[in-house]
């Protein structure tokens, strides 16, 4: 493990609040904020695009304000509570999502209510994403990077839920499932090495299940594990909802070109359509069935890219496709059947 570094997510596993019921607020108080004790965060939710601002601007919510006095006004707001000590946490104000979110509670969009609710809901997927003071310029693609990984948590914990379903059995079989995509995501960051690789996912259930995607930056400096954000959470709920759902797919690492050997560390084997020549990125594979992880052979990780192409991602230039290596195995359990035994 590169460097003993802990679980992604601070020793819990990758997105366990998120299944848990949320991040907690508003449903989970009684009688309002106690004497003495500090203020309560502080929900806010952005346009950040312009696309949203103008399919919103239909309801009102933003006077006459253009998009850009919108954003220019909402950077005061932001810096206004952040040099006032309060803790502010900001979420995507995202049409189509708020519109079925108001949908769904009844709520008038056109109210401020609903826009304050919507903020502070405490069903979001994972931690809050909290303000630090960063011009808005700097903050918007880390808002909306944030807000893209959320939406990728939130349709992979719905099938990992429908998967194990939320009873007390179901609940200790996500845990078991939760602790082995923390090992598998430790053990690719081990194999990987120094440099900054990039992992892609993607699955599907085993009869016509919903496409589930997610893609992470691994980065290990000097034998750690660098911290890294929801990206994580949004890999390892999304890889276990495939190994829980019995699904189909494949995982690709690729090998951060400027590390050595082209992102991987020398002395591992090479086969297939490049054989060990070449230097230039490499990428090893694993293919998911029947929810378990197995290592690809050079050739189809080469054929996993070819079919990565024809989906309209750009083939990595003087790839070297490289086996998979072993992963750690399921703990299988006794009886039972079906995904997780």
Do not use: I, K, N
Not at 48 to 68: M, N, W
Not at 119 to 138: M, N, T
Not at 154 to 173: N, T
Not at 288 to 310: C, I, K, S, W
Request: hydrophobic content about 40%; glycine content about 18%; proline content about 9%.
């Amino acid at each position: 493990m590169p460097g003993g570094a802990p679980p992604p997510g601070g020793g819990r596993p990758p997105g366990a609040r998120a299944l848990g019921g949320g991040a907690g607020g508003a449903r989970g108080r009684r009688g309002g904020r106690a004497r003495g004790a500090p203020p309560q965060p502080v929900a806010l939710a952005l346009a950040v695009q312009a696309a949203d601002f103008a399919d919103l601007a239909g309801y009102g919510l933003f006077g006459a304000l253009g998009h850009e006095e919108y954003l220019r006004r909402a950077e005061g707001h932001l810096r206004a509570l952040y040099e006032q000590g309060l803790e502010v946490h900001l979420r995507v104000l995202e049409a189509g999502d708020f519109e079925d979110y108001c949908s769904a509670l009844g709520l008038d969009p056109r109210s401020s209510a609903a826009r304050v609710a919507y903020a502070g809901d405490p069903e979001l997927a994972g931690e809050p994403f909290v303000y630090a003071g960063q011009r808005l310029a700097e903050l918007a693609p880390v808002l909306l990077d944030d807000h893209r990984a959320r939406v990728r948590m939130s349709v992979a914990c719905a099938v990992l839920l429908e998967a194990l379903g939320d009873d007390p059995v179901g609940q200790r079989r996500m845990a078991a499932v939760m602790r082995y995509v923390t090992s598998v995501y430790l053990a690719l960051a081990e194999g990987a090495g120094e440099g900054c690789h990039l992992l892609t996912l993607r699955c599907h259930g085993p009869e016509d299940g919903e496409q589930l995607t997610s893609a992470v930056d691994v980065c290990v400096e000097a034998g750690r594990l660098q911290p890294a954000g929801r990206d994580v959470e949004a890999f390892c709920v999304t890889l276990a909802a495939g190994v829980a759902s019995g699904g189909e797919g494949a995982l690709l690492l690729h090998g951060d070109p400027d590390g050595p050997s082209g992102g991987f560390p020398a002395g591992r084997s090479s086969d297939g359509p490049s054989g060990g020549a070449g230097s230039g990125p490499r990428v090893r594979g694993w293919a998911l069935a029947g929810g378990r992880l197995r290592p690809m052979t050079a050739h189809e990780v080469f054929d996993e890219l070819a079919d990565d192409a024809a989906r309209g991602l750009p083939f990595p230039p003087g790839v070297v496709p490289q086996p998979g290596f072993p992963l750690p195995g399921f703990p299988e359990a006794g009886g039972g059947g079906g995904p997780l035994g």
